[in-house]
């Protein structure tokens, strides 16, 4: 029961207390003259009992009623709980709040988890490097990335840390950008290098299978800052630390076993998202 919702006495309230109690004076003040000596004493001990039942439910209907008037009130002005409108202030301008009836989430999560802090990118001077295990290494612009074909998801992102968020994103086929470069037979593993220092590595059978994009805009606007400008990989199915953001340079490798930042601090290299516990891993 909330403190506010006691508290909310109206004159209606008081008036249902007043009848009440005038009630019992009344029973009282009368029952010497309506009742023999000799059963006064039992009359009086069953009028109290009564009074004391009468006083309970009519305190429940009170304390009900001023709840739902306290819930009224709150819709009625639009009131939202703490953890709503701390989501919906991190909405940016022109974000896509619903997509196909569905809600999505602010692109920007609860808190900054980055390891060095959100990352700027001078998109002039920027380009994505594909090498390793490649017979084509390339180094691509920002403008010849978004050149690709485009493709829009709804995906939803699982953090380490309990919360999750949907979001619309778009991009291009991580594949259509490896099949450019001419993969070699023996590249098993994709590792994603990050402008911040950050490293993580997906197999490359995954990329395939789930057909993974790398993202540019999230929710109908540029990606922001804080989710990893210019790009990050929409890892689907994966916890959010396999979804490396400010990604500068691909590597294929056929080392298998590659650990980046988290996995080297004993985070699982799956990092495969499960239903169950709190709903998802």
Avoid: H
């Amino acid at each position: 029961m909330s403190k506010i919702s006691i508290l909310t006495v109206s004159a209606f309230d008081l008036w249902c207390l007043f009848l009440l109690s005038a009630y019992s004076c009344i029973n009282y003040i009368f029952l010497p003259f309506t009742c023999p000596e000799a059963v006064l004493i039992g009359k009086i001990k069953e009028t109290i009992i009564n009074d004391m039942k009468i006083g309970i439910i009519a305190l429940l209907f009170l304390t009900v009623l001023g709840g739902c008037k306290t819930r009224n009130k709150a819709a009625d002005t639009g009131q939202m709980d703490v953890v709503s409108g701390a989501t919906r202030a991190r909405y940016m301008e022109g974000e896509i709040t619903e997509y196909n009836g569905a809600r999505l989430d602010p692109a920007i999560g609860p808190r900054d988890n980055s390891i060095n802090g959100v990352q700027w990118v001078n998109i002039a001077d920027y380009r994505l490097v594909i090498a390793g295990l490649v017979e084509n290494p390339l180094r691509l612009a920002y403008e010849e990335v978004l050149a690709l074909e485009s493709y829009e998801r709804k995906i939803t992102l699982y953090c380490v840390e309990g919360w999750d968020a949907t979001v619309l994103w778009q991009g291009v086929r991580i594949m259509e950008i490896i099949d450019m470069a001419k993969a070699q037979a023996q590249a098993n593993t994709l590792i994603f290098y990050c402008v911040d220092g950050y490293t993580t590595s997906l197999p490359l059978q995954t990329v395939k299978d789930r057909d993974l994009i790398l993202a540019y805009s999230a929710n109908g606007l540029d990606l922001p800052l804080e989710l990893g400008y210019p790009f990050i990989v929409v890892a689907e199915d994966k916890i959010g630390y396999k979804w490396a953001r400010w990604v500068n340079k691909i590597e294929l490798s056929d080392n298998q076993n590659y650990k980046g930042f988290w996995e080297q601090n004993g985070y699982s290299n799956e990092a495969d998202v499960r239903t169950g516990r709190s709903g998802f891993w």
